[in-house]
């Protein structure tokens, strides 16, 4: 799917209307659905012929003949039914196909709205709650439209059937017809408003169970370190029990939901029967026993669809429910606004900040304030301060996943609001504190999103990253696959194969975050010298708390409290015998 077609299924999801939102979705393949409603008008035939086959062959019985009728109605019966077979392959392939390709489409756009969104979403979402709804409510609309279709097209077509054919036999019964509308109308008008909340109570319950086991799996080496065993299972026991209860309490209400429905129908069925019968016994009106048949048959059809399509209604729920949890990402406010504006088809690496201040929603203090910082071409800068003092804010703010609250960040002189900074981040590459592979082989992970990368290429970033030694150690060697989050290789493999990652892409800008801080000395020794390749030639921005791995930046720009204290080589901050030297001699002892 292009960018455009996912902009238009955020269009048309909308959760104050997901019913609307449905018919929306499907519009996209009307071609198909089209098909489908024609075969299945086929295929539903005999459910509204073969009562009129049943009285026929009751009024032959009754009067004595002649055989030959019975042939004749044999073979239309045959014939009716058999032709079910083709035609409802024909109904499946053709609205499954599009029943398929919704939910495709579905996930396919909450993952670019996903993409689109900004970091500060990311940040407050749980990403298993996310998870949840890309997948399990997905899927709850794949499920509603499977199983709702076939019963309510079965529906109409008895409804039209019956009402054709009754009105061709017995025309002054069809008002007895109509009492099952306001019946219908009056257990819908019941269930509706409850049924929604408890359906959003209960969805809202499973996201937040999700989030519990998202977070007990990630503090599973944590949990197991300290004995917290039984305070994890009680966490997730406590999720579980509100799935439980409000589970139980909507099961509940569409227990009783469909014993009332049920209940109604079938004694409107039954009087309906009796009422045909009594008016072809006291000759009210010329009915024969053959259409007493008939009409019972087909009372019992409609009142049979109808108690169907009430028993249906919370799947409907369920589902229009799941589709107001998808609306809530794709119509999430909170996007990096970035279409309209100018690519970036080259980076020098000069950077430059102006009075910059930046203050996060739900905080009093800005996290930083009045930052004028020049950075030249690549020259290599250093963050340091105490914890909170705004270093990682200075990362993404030039990374751009912060935008300015004052001031102007700008880009080889170029103001970088006016830029696609998507385009401009093709040529920056993170190297974070703890690198994350995906499940896949050392190259695949290597060359991410890169397309056809030559070995030669790969192995360069391998042997500039200190990496090679790792691959020879594998059975595979960079074919070797390495777990979820890459959880076969230690702590610093993953980071050398993270810039040889950098590396293969050959960036302009290069931002380190706390790049060698988890990692034992011998290690970081390894990974230092790899950085050391990395940042040959290119603007580097690095945030550290070890003062030993920035010896060597071209400047060192000390924070404290979102402000600039010091700026200078590790030799001049020391000599001044300021705030970085303080924290120079706590380190060193």
Known sequence: MTVKAHSRIVDEVDCRHPTRSIFRLLGRHKRGVAFAVFFFALKETPVWLLPVITGAVIDIVVSGGPAS?????????????????????????????????????LRNALASR???????????????IVQTKVVRDVEN???????????????????????????????????????????????????????RER???????????????????????????????????????????????AGYSLDLLNGRFASLS??????????????????????WLPITAGQVVLLSSYFALLTGAVTGLLMLLPIVARGTESVRSIAEVLQEPDIEFNEGKSP???????????SVGFQFP????????????????????????????????????????LRPTSGRIMLDGVDMESLDLRSFRRFVSVVP??????????????????????????????????????????????????????????????????????????????????????????????????????MQGRTTLVVAHRLSTIRSADRIVVLEKGRIVEVGPHDELIARNGRYAELHRVQTG
């Open 362 to 401: 739900d905080d009093d203090v800005p996290a930083i304030t009045g930052i004028d910082l020049e950075i030249t071409p690549g020259e290599t800068i250093a963050f340091v301060g105490s914890s909170g003092s705004g270093k990682s804010t200075m990362l993404n703010l030039v990374l751009g996943f």
């Open 114 to 128: 996903l993409q689109s969104l900004s970091i500060g979403f990311h940040t407050r979402a749980s990403s298993s």
């Open 69 to 105: 009728s019975l042939l004749l109605w044999t073979l239309i019966a045959f014939v009716a039914l058999a032709q079910n077979f083709p035609n409802h392959l024909l109904y499946t392939r053709f609205f499954m196909r599009a029943v398929r390709q919704t939910g495709a489409d």
């Open 433 to 534: 504190q703890e690198s994350v592979l995906f499940e896949g082989s050392i190259r695949e992970n290597i060359a991410y999103g890169l397309g056809d990368v030559s070995d030669e290429r790969v192995l360069a970033a391998l042997r500039d990253a200190n990496a090679l030694e790792i691959i020879e150690a594998q059975p595979d060697g960079w074919n070797t696959v390495v777990g979820e989050r890459g959880a076969r290789l230690s702590g610093g493999q993953r980071q050398r194969i993270a810039i040889a990652r950098a590396l293969v892409r050959d960036p302009r800008v290069l931002l380190l975050d706390e790049a060698t801080s988890a990692l034992d000395p011998a290690s970081e020794a390894k990974v230092r010298d790899a950085l050391g390749h990395l």
């Open 344 to 354: 970036v088809d080259a980076v020098a690496g000069g950077i430059a900040l102006e």
């Open 199 to 245: 359906n959003e109570k209960f969805r809202r319950e499973v996201e937040h169970f999700s989030a519990r086991v998202g977070e007990m799996a990630t503090l599973m080496p944590i949990t197991r370190a300290h004995g917290l065993e039984s305070t994890a299972v009680d966490r997730v026991a406590q999720g579980a029990e509100g799935v439980r209860t």
């Open 141 to 195: 609309v794949e499920v509603m439209l499977q199983q709702v279709t076939h019963p309510l097209l079965s529906a109409v077509m008895v409804m039209v059937g019956a009402l054709v054919m009754t009105a061709i036999n017995v025309p002054a019964f069809l008002p007895v017809y109509a009492l099952t509308i306001p019946i219908a109308v009056m257990l819908r008008a019941v269930l509706a408003k409850r049924s």
């Open 262 to 283: 049920w209940v109604s129908l079938q004694l409107l069925g039954v009087g309906c029967l009796v009422l045909a019968a009594w008016i072809s016994i006291s000759g």
